[in-house]
Every structure is written in structure tokens, then in C-alpha cells.
């Protein structure tokens, strides 16, 4: 079986790093975080124009049509180059909790195409976050209420804000009155729409994860090359090679994880939920050692704001316990494990 990604995907993959890293760069974020808004209204127009708001939206609304693998490769080019998770939350999550709604929900097709063209920002009131990221910015809010799910409108919610150690975040938490005007699923319906809800938002964080870690292992490698001891590069040194060795061991044994999560939520697969579990926390684990080893390469100097560093480290210890935390979801990795009925071993990673 062949599971390389396919040409459109690598091709888009490429074209989108190459875009961010020009109007993405960590200057122009420093810029835009300490603004009072802390986002650029320019360069999301900007990424919508390049298609990754439209990535999965049906081609009958203007989107792509792609699947949730080729969002595992989008979501580390997010975290690469910090872009705030709140883009993913509206063009993945978002587009595909709004794209299961039934048909007959009067607004979705215009959801779904003001997503694809960037008009529209979505922020995710999902149960298992207590706070809500860019709840202040969006147009739309997705709430839930029980097994309910609720479409409401940024006039018809109270925004709380909520400081975060990351300075592209803004947290808030929101109150709010559910109505029928606002209902838009519920039952078991409702209840499938949240799984796969979290599922997808877990997948996401993992994503950005990998691609935090593998910017923030870049950064130590070009800062060890450079910096001086001795008389001779940090990077040298065999006890900075091992751990930076570690990090680059941590990344690739995480990537495969990530992409069998994403193949068994495109397909559907009845176990995917602990394929995600797995995935998110492998790609924690790489996170949080590239950032405990990158503020030992680079010194205590790697926590002020004047280096890039910090941007990402910050990041990834803001978005450890987003979409569930790890006891969440070693957890459902253990009672799936423990179950007695698992297929385990290598023989059974992919089924025929």
C-alpha cells in the first residue's frame, strides 16, 4: 500500500510555506501581537487569497474538497510559522462541523462559502475547552449546549477576556442564552458533530505542535551554529548534538502518528478517535522537548521577547491543553488499549 501524499498536496503544502514565510515573518507578528487586536485583518485576506481557508470546504461551496490528511500537512506550516490557531479553528474544524450540518440548516451554504473566501471567522465553543479562542473577532460563534449545536451571532454573546502566557492568543470566555432561532443540531446528531469536533480540533493542535517543534529545533540548530565557546561553535559539542539529536528523534517518530490520525478520520475509521489520542500526544511530547532543549541551547536569553524563540515555546506550552489535555486523552488511548479487544502490533496498523 502506497501512503505517500499526493502531488496537489505537497504542491499546495510548498506554495503556502513559501507565502508564510514572507508575510509571516516574526517581526511583522511582533507588530501585529501587541496591537490591542493582536490580528491582521490584511494578511488573512492575504491567506485566503492563497486557498487555505477554502482547503476543505466542498467544491460545491468554493472550496478545494480536501481531506483531513491533507490538513495534517497544513497545520505544521501553522505552527512553523505561528500563525494563530484560531485560522485553523474556522477553516478546519469549523468548516467541517458546518458542512455536516443537515442540509435543510437555511444558512450553511453561505457559511461555508463566506469561510472559503475569508469573509467569515468562526471561533468553537466546544465543551472541553473552557475558553474560546478569538470569541472577541468572530463573526459566528459555534456553541454547545448538551448535544445541542448552536449557530450564534457575536451580538448575541458576552465576551470575558482571558490573558495568555502566548501573546497571539485571545482567549475569552463567553455567556450566552441558547434559542431555537440559534439551534442548528441536536440528539445524536449534535452529539457525533462535537466528537468530531474534538477529533479534528486535537488533530489540529498536534499539527501545529509538530511544525512549533520542528521551527523551534531549526532555530537552536542555526543559534548553535553560531554562538561561541571555547573558541569553537556551541553546536560542536557533543552534549548539545544529543540534544538536539533527541528533538530531530522526537519529530520523526511523531509524524507518522499524526498522518495515521488523519487517515482514519478521512476515512472514517470507527477507532479514529484514539488514533488522534495518540497523535496529539506524541506530537506534545515533541513539543515540549524541542522547547526544554532549545532554552538550553540558547541560554535564559531564549525567554525574552527580542528572541524568536520564545514565540514558539510560548506557544506550545498555550496549546498543551487545548482540545483536551493529556490526561483526556491518554485516557481514551488507555481504555482502547486495555480493552482486551485491540488489534495491536504492526500487522494491524493499517486493516485490508
Not at 27 to 36: A, C, K, S
Not at 154 to 178: G, K, M
Not at 263 to 284: D, F, G, I, M, T
Amino acid at each position: 500500500m502506497d501512503f505517500t501524499f499526493t502531488e496537489d498536496q505537497i504542491t499546495f503544502r510548498e506554495a503556502i510555506s513559501r507565502f508564510l514565510m514572507t508575510e509571516a515573518a516574526p517581526e511583522m507578528l511582533r507588530e501585529i501581537w501587541e496591537t490591542d487586536v493582536g490580528r491582521s485583518p490584511d494578511l488573512r485576506n492575504k491567506i485566503a487569497e492563497q486557498g487555505l481557508t477554502a482547503l476543505s470546504i466542498p467544491e460545491a461551496f468554493g472550496g478545494l474538497g480536501m481531506d483531513d490528511v491533507a490538513w495534517a500537512l497544513m497545520t505544521q506550516e501553522l505552527g512553523y510559522y505561528a500563525i494563530p490557531d484560531s485560522l485553523a479553528d474556522t477553516a478546519y474544524v469549523a468548516s467541517a462541523l458546518i458542512a455536516g450540518l443537515d442540509e435543510r440548516v437555511a444558512r450553511r451554504g453561505e457559511w461555508l462559502e463566506r469561510i472559503a473566501d475569508g469573509s467569515l471567522r468562526v471561533a468553537i465553543g466546544h465543551p472541553v475547552n473552557p475558553l474560546v479562542a478569538d470569541a472577541a473577532h468572530a463573526d459566528l460563534l459555534l456553541l454547545a449546549h448538551g448535544d445541542e449545536v448552536h449557530a450564534v451571532p457575536r451580538s448575541q454573546v458576552d465576551v470575558q477576556n482571558h490573558a495568555s502566557i502566548d501573546a497571539s492568543r485571545r482567549l475569552a470566555q463567553v455567556s450566552w442564552q441558547p434559542a431555537a432561532a440559534t439551534l442548528v443540531a441536536q440528539g445524536e446528531h449534535g452529539r457525533e458533530l462535537w466528537s468530531q469536533a474534538l477529533n479534528r480540533g486535537a488533530l489540529s493542535v498536534a499539527g501545529q505542535l509538530l511544525g512549533l517543534a520542528q521551527r523551534m529545533l531549526d532555530l537552536s540548530v542555526d543559534y548553535a551554529a553560531q554562538r561561541k565557546q571555547f573558541g569553537k561553535p556551541i553546536g560542536s559539542f557533543q552534549a548539545v548534538k544529543h540534544h538536539l539529536a533527541d528533538v530531530a528523534t522526537a519529530l520523526e517518530f511523531a509524524k507518522p502518528v499524526l498522518y495515521r490520525a488523519a487517515y482514519a478520520l478521512a476515512n472514517n475509521e470507527p477507532n479514529a478517535a484514539v488514533w488522534v489520542s495518540q497523535a496529539r500526544l506524541a506530537s506534545c511530547e515533541a513539543s515540549w522537548l524541542a522547547a526544554r532543549h532549545g532554552i538550553q541551547v540558547h541560554g535564559a536569553m531564549g525567554y525574552t521577547w527580542e528572541v524568536d524563540l520564545q514565540m514558539f515555546m510560548k506557544r506550545a506550552w498555550a496549546l498543551d491543553n487545548a482540545w483536551g489535555d493529556r490526561a483526556l486523552h491518554k485516557t481514551r488511548v488507555a481504555e482502547y488499549v486495555l480493552s482486551g479487544a485491540a488489534p495491536l502490533g504492526c500487522g494491524h496498523t493499517f486493516e485490508d
